[in-house]
């Protein structure tokens, strides 16, 4: 239905331009006036006045209508006196209704359900017409409107290019409507989160096993059920199992990282440096399902069997195992990163150092590690942050139980770990469970913002004391 | 410490620094070859797949048909009695328990391969061929060596006379390997034999499309607006950050994102390639108007000012002149996003597309999972069979992705332009 | 007084960048405790010349260096040559003032700490001192030592450059057109300075200015498309050259 009516509107604007271009025409023909733009632009403004309205019209309506329709028929299912539905309930008969209507229910068909796809068919057919009609009239209006404009022979091609650069506009506003709605989202799940756990007992509590959350609906907490609740949902252990991860891809990644980056930028031959750099780049471009694969494929059980020999013993989902492969992942950014930085410090420094007789390893040390060190911690920062963020990885090799331990022989778990584990398989979708992950995914953007704000600050400190 | 001492020592130290960084890039390099080399070992057998020959005759009793059937005639008959009848003649069993054995070698499907040889081919009616008919999984990494026959057999799926049976099979040259066709074409299933990734293919395909028509034209659209015609005001700068920042957030927030409000405030179906499109694409969006911003900066203001001159309008100069310039390193920058975006999985777990889907999804609305996310749903499995599939599977997305990059750095330096 | 003694001796030198030579076979000598000037156009050779001296030129990949540099009567286009103690008996003042971005203190120690020539803090600040006064900076920068080099003006750059120089105890001491970067009352402060300094080093400068070479050196080299014109003392070259080209470039008629 909607690609038909949008074939519609593309006839229609191309009708509009065609029109508006010969209209403008006729007009400096009989009163022989000058215009103000090309034709072309005249039937390009007709075609936006057709089509613009019409689409935003279309698309608002599309994302809204199936919500709209929801909403009315979940309120008849809520108004029966005979069952009182919790949300969940009304959510699956709603389902249920919805397949009935489309042919494929194979369950029991209560009256219930017919009677709501019934109703369900007659929203859709009135939403299907008065669409239709309100785009109609809309398309009518607008390109009335348009029409007078023309004759009045404005300036086409003004306006044309400001619709235009609105539209540009409108386009770079995208980036501010998606953190607003990943802000909005996290919060409004979080909200109702702490509504039912007390934010000190999540940020510092330091027990986390949501299994115990049974509780359905966060208002109708007993006491009890409270304080049993209030241990259940400590995300010290998850903090920390994320820090501790981080800081063992860290201890891989940086020295490999650094001293890659500072021999490609200051040893390697133009040869040498042409065939390492992009292979080591290739690091950065294997998927992370990829490596966690790996990590639970190889390096896990590798580090177990190895232990076992030892007399060791050393978990299948060691933090060990997760974080090196991890680590193996940031080396990438942490060696191009530092290659830039190096690069860019500028030769007089080295030829002072080497005009007083230091070698050149002494040089890189004492003179240019230290001139690009803002840059170098930078992208450190950045680094950690993205070691922080990353889930597959941890989600396939590391472990699920909250473990608060500095053994990196043991599985720990990670915020990122947990926000999977929470929100996969069969979960009501208003449960403090299901929340609890939004309030992690809003903590670790959170943190994650502040690292990356903090590396940016050093990376243009840095600039600013050699651009 | 002397002169000499100390310039040698002086010295020692330049070798070891030196040593160290080549190192740490002999290390780097190592860990790649080692990561592909165990990925394509584990996933080169995943490509063949263990058949057994099996002597079938299509008589019309057998299928109780009436002569000169129909083609409704042959889909709608019962092939279940035919197929086991032809089963049991590969091998000599006695009793019910031998039978059992006999039949477990091959994959549950048997009676669907027969089907559908008949129907594609029924020429056969009335006549005998030898089918290559799928072996079960256990007898696929049998033969493909992966299989601890040593074990006892209490501690093994695969009893003692169906080894038997395997080694005279073998022998008879009844056992073989041919091409899996089953990998591309079909869906996923429970049976490592049967999986395919036919519907992670479609799924991905949809979705990258779908990324593709929603950010590139957003993303163009924002960097042209942001590097040509807006103004030095707070709201540009507040555009600016938070672009930057966007880049840098990690997926999962994303996958939040299209949770809450693509299946949560819009209703909008679950699992679809359609959610995951929308979803990945506000992801890969600041992720192509920063190289394209970087191109357009690249642009020589001499360009801008020659149009100018000639007079042309501000929006024609840099539609019609700067913006031509500055595609080549947009397309790059725009492959590599949507390479990115190709391997993602933590979002697309969070909005369903966890689902185990059999049948390969025919538009953008009905639920698949993607390449990625197939690689998790099968590493999570027990089965040795989906080691192979799962490795294999990472083969082929792999290959996609350094397709990508090619094609990539080929545009950006075959269009390259020193100013 | 102009001496005699050869300090540096340059036969037969060649040196090429990849395909393109720059110098052809140079002839020149530089005495021992006294200045001598290196002029001619610009691009002719002459800062190639003086990077030779010192191996800097080993920097650059594509360089390559023929011929014979002695200084006192040891041969240094060897691959045996330890460039490192080399360059720690030669000095080198660069065309733009290139601090480090460290302290004034650790500009100048970090010459010496390398070379290991303070056994302890007290040494090295004595080191510091004697090199700041030397380089007649002492007095402007003694109460800030701690203070970034960068933060300095032009011509106290330089000479920070020059003392970071000194610290090292060299016996020769290069400059690369010191002074171009700066304004006049700082290259006159400079000049003042290399006078002062050559009662103990051996100095070889690199400049455009004709009136600077009359003004602070013994003895003058004339360049021209890589090759050594005429080479004599300072007063001979400009009063009375030998060679014609050499009288067209001081008179004016080009570069």
Request: glycine share 6%; charged share 20%.
């Amino acid at each position: 239905m909607n690609l038909v009516i949008l074939i519609l509107i593309g006839i229609f604007s191309y009708t509009s331009f065609i029109y508006g271009r010969s209209r403008i025409k006729k007009i400096t023909t009989s009163q022989s006036i000058k215009i103000n733009a090309l034709p072309n632009y005249y039937g390009y403004y007709l075609a936006l006045w057709c089509a613009l309205p019409s689409l935003i019209i279309l698309l608002v309506w599309s994302i809204f209508e199936a919500s709209i329709i929801k909403g009315l028929i979940s309120q008849t299912l809520s108004q029966n006196e005979l069952n009182v539905y919790t949300s969940d309930q009304i959510n699956l008969i709603y389902q249920k209704i919805v397949s009935l209507y489309n042919g494929n229910f194979s369950g029991k068909i209560t009256n219930e359900i017919k009677q709501g796809a019934e109703d369900y068919k007659s929203f859709l057919s009135i939403a299907q017409s008065s669409k239709v009609v309100l785009l109609l009239s809309t398309a009518v209006l607008t390109i009335t409107y348009g029409i007078k404009r023309i004759s009045k022979n404005n300036k086409a091609r003004h306006d044309v290019e400001k619709i235009l650069t609105g539209l540009l506009f409108a386009c770079s506003l995208v980036a501010i409507l998606t953190t607003l709605g990943i802000i909005f989202s996290l919060l409004f799940e979080s909200i109702k989160f702490f509504s039912a756990i007390n934010i000190f007992d999540f940020l510092f509590g330091t027990s986390w096993s949501p299994q115990r959350a049974f509780v359905r609906d966060a208002s109708a907490i007993t006491a009890e059920e409270y304080a049993d609740l209030k241990n259940a949902f400590g995300s010290v252990p998850l903090f920390a199992g994320t820090a501790f991860i981080a800081l063992i891809a860290m201890t891989v990644a940086v020295p490999i990282g650094l001293f890659s980056g500072i021999y490609m930028a200051e040893y390697a031959s133009i040869k040498v440096r042409k065939f390492s750099k992009p292979i080591i780049e290739i690091l950065a471009g294997i998927p992370t399902v990829v490596y966690g694969f790996f990590a639970a494929l190889t390096v896990g059980p590798f580090f177990r069997e190895f232990g076992e020999k030892l007399g060791l013993e050393v978990s299948s989902e060691s933090a060990l195992a997760a974080g090196l492969v991890m680590g193996v992942m940031i080396i990438p950014y942490v060696s191009s990163l530092s290659d830039d930085v190096i690069n860019s410090v500028p030769q007089s420094l080295r030829d002072g150092s080497y005009a007083v007789g230091a070698t050149k390893s002494e040089t890189i040390k004492r003179v240019v590690i230290p001139a690009a060190l803002p840059g170098i911690v930078g992208s450190i920062l950045l680094a950690v942050s993205r070691a922080i963020g990353e889930t597959m990885i941890v989600v396939m090799a590391a472990g699920l139980a909250a473990n608060l331990t500095i053994n990196p022989l043991e599985s720990t778990t990670t915020i990122t770990t947990q926000i999977v584990m929470l929100l996969v398989g069969d979960q009501e979708f208003d449960s403090p469970k299901t929340q609890s992950a939004f309030a992690l995914g809003l903590t670790l953007f959170f943190a994650t913002l502040i690292l990356n704000y903090i590396a940016l600050r050093f990376v243009k400190k840095y600039r600013e004391k050699y651009d | 410490m002397t002169k000499e001492e100390r310039i040698k020592k002086r010295y020692n130290a330049e070798k070891r620094f030196k040593l160290y960084g080549i190192t740490s890039v002999v290390l780097a390099i190592l860990f790649v070859v080692f990561l592909i080399y165990v990925i394509f070992s584990k996933g080169s057998s995943a490509f063949q797949k263990t058949i057994i020959n099996v002597e079938i005759n299509f008589t019309l009793d057998s299928l109780y048909l009436d002569p000169n059937p129909s083609k409704d005639d042959l889909e709608n008959v019962e092939y279940y009695d035919l197929a086991i009848e032809s089963l049991l003649k590969v091998y000599q069993v006695n009793g019910l328990k031998e039978e059992k054995a006999l039949i477990n070698l091959f994959s549950p499907d048997y009676e669907y391969e027969v089907r559908d040889f008949l129907i594609k081919n029924p020429e056969f009616i009335n006549k005998k061929t030898i089918l290559k008919l799928t072996a079960s999984d256990d007898m696929d990494q049998l033969h493909k060596g992966n299989y601890p026959r040593h074990l006892p057999e209490d501690r093994r799926r695969i009893n003692d006379f169906q080894l038997m049976m395997y080694d005279k099979l073998v022998e008879q040259n009844k056992i073989d390997k041919i091409f899996n066709n089953y990998l591309f074409q079909k869906g996923d299933s429970r049976n490592p034999e049967l999986a395919g990734i036919g519907g992670a293919l479609v799924g991905s395909f949809f979705t990258i499309i779908i990324t593709l028509l929603l950010s590139f034209p957003i993303a163009i659209f924002a960097s042209i607006y942001l590097e040509e015609f807006a103004p030095k005001n707070r709201i540009t700068d507040f555009i600016e950050i938070n672009i930057n920042n966007l880049a840098a957030v990690p997926s999962i927030v994303f996958g939040l994102l299209g949770l809450g409000i693509l299946l949560g405030t819009f209703d909008l179906p679950r699992s679809t390639p359609l959610v995951a499109g929308i979803t990945l694409a506000l992801m890969t969006l600041p992720r192509i108007i920063i190289p394209c911003r970087a191109s357009l900066k690249a642009v020589p203001p001499s360009i801008r000012e020659g149009a100018l001159a000639v007079g042309a309008s501000k929006v024609q100069s840099v539609m019609h002149h700067v913006v031509p310039l500055a595609i080549p390193g947009t397309l790059s920058g725009t492959i590599i996003g949507l390479a990115q975006a190709l391997g993602e999985t933590a979002p697309l777990i969070l909005i369903g597309m966890v689902a185990f889907v059999v049948d390969i999804p025919s538009i953008p609305t009905d639920p698949s999972a993607s390449l990625p996310v197939q690689v998790y749903l099968w590493s999570e499995q027990a089965e040795r069979g989906f080691v192979e599939k799962t490795s294999a599977t990472i083969m082929i997305l792999l290959s996609f992705l350094i397709t990508l990059n090619f094609i990539a750095v080929y545009l950006r330096q075959k269009f390259e332009r020193k100013w | 007084m102009i001496s005699n003694n050869v300090k540096i001796k340059a036969q037969d030198l060649n040196v090429y960048y990849g395909k393109k030579q720059a110098l052809f076979n140079v002839n020149l000598d530089i005495h021992s405790k006294e200045v001598t000037a290196l002029i001619g156009p610009s691009g002719c050779g002459k800062s190639t010349f003086i990077r030779c001296i010192n191996r800097m030129n080993d920097v650059i990949d594509i360089c390559k260096i023929e011929g014979s540099i002695k200084i006192d009567d040891k041969e240094i286009i060897d691959k045996n040559i330890d460039v490192v103690r080399l360059r720690e008996s030669i000095g080198m003042v660069f065309q733009k003032p290139n601090p480090f971005p460290k302290s004034i203190y650790d500009n100048i120690s970090y010459g010496p700490s390398i070379h290991g020539l303070a056994d302890n803090k007290s040494d090295m600040d004595q080191i510091v001192e004697n090199s700041l006064k030397k380089a007649a900076l002492w007095e402007e920068v003694k109460d800030r030592l701690d203070e970034p080099g960068t933060g300095l003006s032009g011509g106290q750059q330089q000479r920070l450059c020059i003392a970071r120089a000194i610290s090292v105890n060299p016996e020769v001491i290069l400059m690369d057109e010191p002074c171009s970067a700066l304004d006049p009352i700082a290259t006159a402060k400079i000049e003042e300075l290399i006078d002062e300094l050559k009662k103990s080093y051996t100095i070889v400068i690199v400049t455009h200015s004709m009136s600077q070479a009359v003004r602070v050196s013994q003895r003058t080299g004339f360049f021209h498309l890589g090759k050594i014109i005429e080479v004599d003392t300072t007063e001979k070259i400009f009063k009375n050259p030998g060679n014609q080209m050499t009288q067209d470039y001081i008179t004016g008629r080009f570069g």
